[in-house]
């Protein structure tokens, strides 16, 4: 399965649950699914691409990958580039 990928788009909290600031209506009704998906994605080695604003650390916990690389919107020289992949979170 190496050439696939999932795209985790926005699972934060502000998003997902109701008290969260920016409520998608019935957004939690699928957080089961979302963390099967990530289950399988680790069992089978899939790369997952997920994507945040400025608040990954508020990603619901049922989509952290363990060893993630937060990748910042914007331009990084070679150095910078080189330190972003020593840096993990989750």
């Known amino acids: ?6 795209f985790d788009i ?5 998003f997902m649950h ?3 600031k920016l409520y998608v209506p ?3 009704s699928i957080i089961p699914n979302l963390k099967k998906l ?3 994605a680790k069992k089978k080695n899939i790369s997952v691409v997920a994507s945040a604003d400025k608040h990954g650390h508020d990603k619901i916990k049922e989509t952290v990958v363990r060893g993630a690389i937060a ?4 331009k990084l020289d070679g150095l910078k ?9 989750g």
């Open 71 to 74: 990748v910042p919107n914007k």
């Open 1 to 6: 399965m190496e050439d696939i990928i999932f």
């Open 26 to 28: 019935d957004a939690e």
């Open 81 to 89: 580039a080189k330190k972003l992949k020593k840096e993990k979170i």
């Open 18 to 20: 109701k008290d969260g």
């Open 38 to 40: 990530m289950q399988f």
């Open 10 to 14: 926005d699972t934060q909290y502000d």
